[in-house]
């Protein structure tokens, strides 16, 4: 059923851009599903003999629980009707599709799903769907390792927040059916970025839409999202510049894990510093640091 994956690491703009797709004719972003997060967990199981089992945990799963549709029908079609695992996604995202058209679904409508964990199961999705395109999204690391501090559900280690972005972007190996987009490209130039978008899709831009008026009930209920659901702002590149750290060499610590991936995207190295004891020892630090919080996580 999904035609476009859009991969990013997370804090990078992906809700924004999922929006906003939304609301150009044509297209349909569905909620973030993490669907091969829950394949892979359950992937011991049959899908012939435990089929309800599975069809109860992927209602009940923290991201699908939260889509806006009949939960026992959305089950019951399942047991009924999966074969692969690739039909629970795809009846997954029938009902949400017939849910937000009201059971009248568009033609031609093109499928958008993005969940940041499918990042680093690019290979699967192809395997899955071997059609379809993907967008990279990227944004500044430093700005994603700024924006992860202020996130409950994440760690505030820079070194760890660094090495997710770094192997995220290492896991974006161009293939024919995929673009990169930049993140400072979409809120700086909106208009001109969708274009791009949706003639790599396969679909005209007009450009009318309304950036300032955004309803969704699943994002509208996610403290996470509030600054998604504004209008599109530039006013969130660089902020690293004032939430990073510096006397803790956080943007140091950063530059020198993601130094070679910044560069060949475009971003300017601004501190970084070769050969520096005192950076090692910080980086040390924080993965001691690591290393004692998911043993402690384990007992």
Same mark, same amino acid.
């Not at 995202?93 to 031609?108: A, D, R």
């Not at 659901?229 to 939430?243: G, H, Q, R, W």
């Given at each position: 059923?999904?035609?476009?994956?859009?991969?990013?690491?997370?804090?990078?703009?992906?809700?924004?851009?999922?929006?906003?797709?939304?609301?150009?004719?044509?297209?349909?972003?569905?909620?973030?599903?993490?669907?091969?997060?829950?394949?892979?967990?359950?992937?011991?199981?049959?899908?012939?003999?435990?089929?309800?089992?599975?069809?109860?945990?992927?209602?009940?799963?923290?991201?699908?629980?939260?889509?806006?549709?009949? *939960? !026992? $029908?959305?089950?019951?079609? =399942? &047991?009924?009707?999966? %074969? +692969?695992?690739?039909? @629970?996604?795809?009846?997954?995202?029938?009902?949400?599709?017939?849910?937000?058209? *009201? !059971? $009248?679904?568009?033609?031609? =409508? &093109?499928?958008?799903? %993005? +969940?940041?964990?499918? @990042?680093?199961?690019?290979?699967?999705?192809?395997?899955?769907?071997?059609?379809?395109?993907?967008?990279?999204?990227?944004?500044?690391?430093?700005?994603?390792?700024?924006?992860?501090?202020?996130?409950?559900?994440?760690?505030?280690?820079?070194?760890?927040?660094?090495?997710?972005?770094?192997?995220?972007?290492?896991?974006?190996?161009?293939?024919?059916?995929?673009?990169?987009?930049?993140?400072?490209?979409?809120?700086?130039?909106?208009?001109?970025?969708?274009?791009?978008?949706?003639?790599?899709?396969?679909?005209?831009?007009?450009?009318?839409?309304?950036?300032?008026?955004?309803?969704?009930?699943?994002?509208?209920?996610?403290?996470?999202?509030?600054?998604?659901?504004?209008?599109?702002?530039?006013?969130?590149?660089?902020?690293?510049?004032?939430?990073?750290?510096?006397?803790?060499?956080?943007?140091?610590?950063?530059?020198?894990?993601?130094?070679?991936?910044?560069?060949?995207?475009?971003?300017?190295?601004?501190?970084?510093?070769?050969?520096?004891?005192?950076?090692?020892?910080?980086?040390?630090?924080?993965?001691?640091?690591?290393?004692?919080?998911?043993?402690?996580?384990?007992?």
């Amino acid at each position: 059923m999904p035609h476009v994956f859009i991969l990013s690491s997370p804090r990078s703009g992906s809700t924004l851009t999922r929006l906003t797709l939304d609301k150009i004719s044509g297209l349909v972003t569905l909620p973030e599903t993490h669907f091969w997060v829950f394949k892979n967990f359950y992937n011991t199981y049959s899908l012939t003999k435990d089929i309800e089992f599975l069809a109860d945990k992927w209602v009940n799963f923290y991201s699908i629980k939260k889509y806006p549709v009949n *939960h !026992n $029908n959305l089950k019951n079609d =399942i &047991i009924n009707n999966a %074969k +692969s695992w690739k039909d @629970i996604l795809n009846i997954t995202s029938q009902h949400y599709l017939l849910t937000k058209f *009201h !059971n $009248n679904i568009p033609e031609n =409508i &093109i499928v958008c799903e %993005k +969940s940041p964990p499918h @990042i680093f199961y690019k290979a699967q999705i192809q395997y899955d769907y071997p059609d379809a395109k993907f967008i990279f999204l990227i944004r500044d690391p430093r700005d994603v390792v700024a924006s992860l501090k202020t996130c409950s559900w994440s760690t505030s280690n820079p070194l760890i927040n660094a090495l997710v972005w770094r192997n995220g972007v290492r896991n974006m190996h161009t293939t024919h059916n995929a673009m990169i987009v930049k993140y400072e490209n979409l809120v700086n130039n909106p208009d001109t970025t969708l274009a791009d978008i949706c003639s790599f899709i396969g679909i005209t831009y007009t450009g009318e839409i309304n950036y300032a008026v955004t309803e969704d009930v699943v994002e509208a209920n996610n403290p996470t999202s509030k600054n998604a659901l504004k209008p599109i702002s530039n006013k969130f590149i660089s902020t690293y510049k004032t939430k990073l750290s510096s006397p803790d060499r956080e943007q140091e610590i950063i530059e020198k894990i993601c130094s070679k991936e910044m560069i060949q995207l475009g971003y300017t190295i601004e501190k970084y510093k070769r050969n520096d004891l005192h950076l090692w020892l910080r980086i040390f630090y924080y993965r001691i640091g690591w290393l004692i919080a998911k043993f402690t996580k384990k007992k």
